[in-house]
């Protein structure tokens, strides 16, 4: 298992990876409201195609990025959504709430 991060490649583009579970959820939370607050992008989009595994912590940090965005006047889109979270988001009604790329 990998240690989970969240970073800005460049402008406006995040990558989310690791395994998202209770243990990383409060570091990974600080950091990717930062990122999403300095950001000089208009637009961000999420990257989770390097997440290995994730709980329900990763579906609440989606959650949270999003108000985060929204707060900052920013649009926020996710791209590959891993199954894990795709079934917890569809199973806890939240599936179309998500902002999800084709």
């Known amino acids: 298992m990998s240690q989970a991060s969240i970073s800005e490649r460049v402008a406006g583009q995040l990558q989310l990876s690791g395994v ?16 999403i607050a300095t950001s000089g992008a208009t637009s961000l989009a999420l990257d989770c195609s390097g997440v ?3 709980s329900s912590v990763g579906l ?14 920013r649009e926020l889109t996710i791209s590959a959504l891993p199954d894990d979270m795709r079934e917890i988001a569809q199973v806890s009604g939240l599936l179309e709430l998500l902002p999800l790329q084709p």
């Open 52 to 54: 290995e595994k994730s």
């Open 20 to 35: 998202l579970d209770y243990s990383a959820g409060p570091q990974l939370r600080e950091q990717g409201a930062r990122l």
């Open 60 to 73: 609440a940090l989606l959650l949270a990025f999003m108000r985060d965005a929204r707060k900052a006047g």
